[in-house]
């Protein structure tokens, strides 16, 4: 039995090979226990099984927890900081995401709102092949409820029903704990 499954590729570096939603999950009948760190899925007439070893679990666990708790010896803030990389699947050195600090606003499409964010830690050439890559894709950006055909409109809009006919009330203001 043959499932086909609908998902993005996303060139970050992570620690996960792909994310499957619930949805996905329940349609292929996989059964997920975090508490026994497994996965199991039918295959045919046999039962497909994904663990991990709870000993190499609990080494990396208690190792971070040995690293967290070590007090700083120098009285200078710290220049290194040591960075552990989990996935053993990947032996050469993987390039951590940077953080959303320092963001320019870059357009991607041929009306001034639409607008998205590009990381100014970006080399030139980057950044450019980049905002080209976007504007080439910019009709997969939702910047309306227009734009997204395959949703119920029922569902993206509220309908408030009022008498035409009925007075305006102010509600009362509800006191949700006592002021101090």
Avoid at 62 to 90: F, W
Wanted: charged share 25%; proline share 4%.
């Amino acid at each position: 039995m043959y499932h086909s499954v609908l998902y993005t590729v996303v060139d970050v570096d992570v620690s996960y090979n792909i994310i499957i939603g619930r949805s996905t999950l329940n349609k292929l009948g996989v059964v997920v226990s975090t508490l026994h760190l497994c996965m199991k899925y039918p295959m045919g007439q046999e039962v497909g099984r994904v663990w991990t070893d709870h000993r190499v679990t609990r080494r990396c666990y208690e190792y971070n927890l040995r690293i967290g708790s070590q007090p700083s010896q120098a009285e200078e803030p710290d220049m290194n900081v040591l960075d552990l990389y989990l996935d053993h699947r990947c032996e050469d050195e993987c390039e951590r995401p940077l953080l959303a600090e320092d963001l320019k606003e870059v357009s991607i499409g041929p009306k001034p709102t639409h607008k998205t964010q590009v990381g100014m830690a970006l080399a030139k050439e980057d950044e450019s092949r980049l905002v080209s890559f976007l504007w080439e894709n910019r009709d997969v950006f939702a910047w309306s409820s227009a734009d997204m055909p395959g949703i119920d409109p029922d569902f993206l809009h509220h309908h408030l029903l009022v008498s035409l006919g009925s007075w305006l009330v102010a509600q009362q203001r509800r006191k949700l704990g006592e002021e101090k």
